[in-house]
T-cell receptor, first 116, second 113 residues
Framework: AQSVTQLDSQVPVFEEAPVELRCNYSSSVSVYLFWYVQYPNQGLQLLLKYLSGSTLVKGINGFEAEFNKSQTSFHLRKPSVHISDTAEYFCAVSDRTNFGNEKLTFGTGTRLTIIP | NAGVTQTPKFQVLKTGQSMTLQCAQDMNHEYMSWYRQDPGMGLRLIHYSVGAGITDQGEVPNGYNVSRSTTEDFPLRLLSAAPSQTSVYFC????????????FGPGTRLTVL
């Protein structure tokens, strides 16, 4: 079974400051990793994903994440945040070996609040 | 191209009532799923389908039924609503394998009194 831990439920950050949202996962097999963003009163949309290859993944809106297999982490970063980044961010993991029945397991989310 | 659509957007039920949450996608995606979102608990998988005629249970299936008669539609049925089913429900779809992006609908906010 796989699981995801997002260590911070809320992260306040001043505008134009850097931010890191932490995500750790647990799985007995190799995985795909995702970050999704949910803006207020909307559904989720994909920020970025790690499938294979380079461990540094770049996504939309200036976000990036680094896959660290030894630490089983996939932390999300942005060097300079904007008011429009205020949203809830979800880390998710999928077992890449259970072919055809892959389920996406989500973390509990991190609410990012940008302070003007 | 509408993507993933859900109806209704809001619904209030009394305990014991039944209803169906509708979900449709026009992207010809094989994989569809239903999640519920509760404060502090993230999204939890209720049921999913890997194609027409094939469904399976997720993490929290009790109290919900699904069917998948067409590729486009994946309705979620609450047989006898309970206050514990008060939540926001999201439908999602993706093409094929797990590495592909899931597309989410706008959600249905359900309150059970």
């Amino acid at each position: 079974a796989q699981s995801v831990t997002q260590l911070d439920s809320q992260v306040p950050v001043f505008e134009e400051a850097p931010v890191e949202l932490r995500c750790n996962y647990s799985s007995s097999v190799s995985v795909y990793l995702f970050w999704y963003v949910q803006y207020p009163n909307q559904g989720l949309q994909l920020l970025l994903k790690y499938l294979s290859g380079s461990t540094l993944v770049k996504g939309i809106n200036g976000f990036e994440a680094e896959f660290n297999k030894s630490q089983t982490s996939f932390h999300l970063r942005k060097p300079s945040v904007h008011i429009s980044d205020t949203a809830e961010y979800f880390c998710a993991v999928s077992d890449r070996t259970n072919f055809g029945n892959e389920k996406l397991t989500f973390g509990t989310g991190t609410r990012l609040t940008i302070i003007p | 191209n509408a993507g993933v659509t859900q109806t209704p957007k809001f619904q209030v039920l009394k305990t014991g009532q039944s209803m169906t949450l509708q979900c449709a996608q026009d992207m010809n995606h094989e994989y569809m799923s239903w999640y519920r979102q509760d404060p502090g608990m993230g999204l939890r998988l209720i049921h999913y389908s890997v194609g027409a005629g094939i469904t399976d249970q997720g993490e929290v299936p009790n109290g919900y039924n699904v069917s998948r008669s067409t590729t486009e539609d994946f309705p979620l049925r609450l047989l006898s609503a309970a206050p514990s089913q008060t939540s926001v429900y999201f439908c999602a779809s993706r093409m094929g394998l797990a590495g592909n992006e899931q597309f989410f609908g706008p959600g249905t906010r359900l309150t059970v009194l």
